[in-house]
């Protein structure tokens, strides 16, 4: 059994900063994976990668909208994801899920390849 579960969503000003955890559970051999990350989903739009890590390696990637403003981050000896997020702008406003997945090499680490993610941490922005 694996299972994610975020937090830290809330509501701030935009310029303001929020900090999101994710939690991963993993009772099982039976699944594993190399690649996690964060994307979000506004209502109404498509899912949207906003960074990833590649575990094996420590590269991270992000998409153009979070560079340079998101920083993702693992603990491992925690099981934690996390996902730093600063300048926050009204169009940041999401539904953010964490998820994981396996991958061949880094640069297939992406939202695309996760087989598993959690419930979602509402972010929302204000202008």
């Known amino acids: 059994l694996v299972q994610l579960v975020e937090s830290g969503g809330g509501s701030v000003e935009a310029g303001g900063s929020l900090t999101l955890s994710c939690a991963i559970t993993k009772n099982t051999q039976d699944y594993d994976y190399n690649c996690m990350g964060w994307f979000r989903q506004a209502p109404g739009e498509e899912r949207v990668g906003v960074a990833r890590?590649?575990?094996?390696?420590?590269?991270?990637f992000y998409d153009a909208s979070a560079k340079g403003r998101f920083i993702i981050s693992e603990e491992k000896a925690e099981n934690m994801l996390y996902l730093q997020m600063s300048s926050l702008k009204p169009e940041d406003t999401a539904m953010y899920y964490c998820?994981?997945?396996?991958?061949?090499?880094?640069?297939?680490?992406?939202?695309?390849?996760?087989?598993?993610w959690g419930q979602g941490t509402q972010v929302t922005v204000s202008s």
């Open positions: 890590l590649f575990s094996e390696g420590g590269q991270t």
């Open positions: 998820g994981v997945g396996w991958v061949q090499s880094s640069y297939l680490c992406s939202s695309a390849y996760f087989t598993l």
